[in-house]
């Protein structure tokens, strides 16, 4: 069953990774198929820090999961895997963090993963 619900933080067409997407704003290109992006982070926070999107306007997790097709789905997660691989974080381990919502800590309205590593990432929520 799909849930479709209506958010706070609409889709902007207009945001980074959109623009990303569109070649509007450079990027340093890690991986890209069909189905994302995989780019590195210019305000990285750890030695890899790369975000992968999703090539459709999809606003957060629960907007791609609802209204994303299965392929675009799987293919987005298989991209997230490569991404990792190509990073050369999945020997030495490393963390995906999905931000969504205000809550969540999402400052952009597209849909992203970021993969983290590197290093020892340290604690899930610093208090």
């Not at 623009?19 to 290109?29: A, D, F, N, V, Y």
């Not at 997230?80 to 963390?95: F, H, I, P």
């Amino acid at each position: 069953a799909r849930l479709v619900r209506e958010s706070p933080m609409a889709y902007n067409p207009d945001n980074v990774f959109a623009k990303i997407l569109r070649g509007e704003t450079p990027s340093t290109k890690l991986y890209e198929d069909d189905f994302a992006l995989a780019f590195n982070d210019i305000g990285a926070v750890l030695p890899i820090h790369v975000l992968v999107v999703p090539k459709g306007a999809y606003e957060n997790q629960a907007d791609f999961i609802s209204n994303g097709s299965d392929a675009e789905v799987l293919g987005f997660w298989r991209a997230v895997s490569v991404a990792a691989e190509l990073a050369g974080v999945v020997d030495a381990g490393y963390r995906l963090i999905v931000n969504t919502g205000d809550d969540g800590g999402q400052e952009v309205s597209h849909f992203h993963v970021h993969i983290l590593g590197g290093r020892p990432v340290g604690r899930m929520v610093s208090d």
